[in-house]
């Protein structure tokens, strides 16, 4: 079994106060921040770019995995992977024709690269780029939003990928966002995913550091 690493989305953040924000995920036991990068276009929202990026890669030395929902993520991959993203997924809706390249244009600028699916997108859709991947990521709410809820037909994708990945046998992380629980995680992790990420959870919980921990125990 990999080992299961918590990744709160900032999303949730103050983002008056983003360095604070990061610095506390990482006194509080995060493994991974994850960065929720919106242009208003692929999904209804906006969130922040690749200066966002730079800036919070001075604060911490966690991993930081950018989630590209912006259209044509290959005219910025170069640029996040510069800015000091350790990972950049990208969504198949985004680039249905060209994902494959996508994937091997971030995985030529040194950093990791994954493949991220909506929740109305079957697996067998990424089924041919899995293997350059070093993470799947299965969206379990339609992006755009924090705090919304966990569909749960994503479990089925997760018990599906898992298998997939464990049968190749090569070192691919499966990374479950949207609507995550301290009540749904171990669910969630029984079915495969290793890599959770949590907006909501983790920064309205009283206590942070419980909440990380509770989701990394569950
Ligand atoms: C949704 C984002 C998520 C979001 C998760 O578009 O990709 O990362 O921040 O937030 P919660 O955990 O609140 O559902
Ligand atoms: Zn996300």
Known sequence: ?????????????????????????????????????????????????I???????????????????IVHPEKYVERFAKA????????WEACQDNLKEVLQLIKSTGVKCGAVINPD???EKIKDVIPLCDMVLVMSVFPGFGGQKFISSALDKLRELRAIIDESGK????EIDG?????????????????????????KAENRAEMIKALKDA
Do not use: W, Y
């Open 51 to 69: 200066k966002m990026v730079e800036d919070i890669r001075k604060t911490t030395s966690l991993p930081l995995d950018c989630h590209l929902m």
């Open 179 to 203: 609507g995550v629980t301290k009540e749904n995680v171990a669910e969630i992790k029984r079915a495969g995913a290793n890599v959770i990420v949590a907006g909501s959870a983790v920064f």
């Open 1 to 49: 079994m990999k080992t299961i690493k918590i990744a709160p989305s900032i999303l949730s953040a103050d983002f008056s106060k983003m360095g604070e924000e990061v610095r506390s995920l990482e006194q509080n036991g995060a493994d991974v921040v994850h960065c929720d990068v919106m242009d208003g276009v692929f999904v209804n929202n906006i969130t922040f770019g």
């Open 171 to 174: 070192d691919i992380d499966l």
């Open 121 to 123: 997108t079957p697996v």
């Open 84 to 91: 000091g993203a350790d990972i950049i997924t990208v969504h």
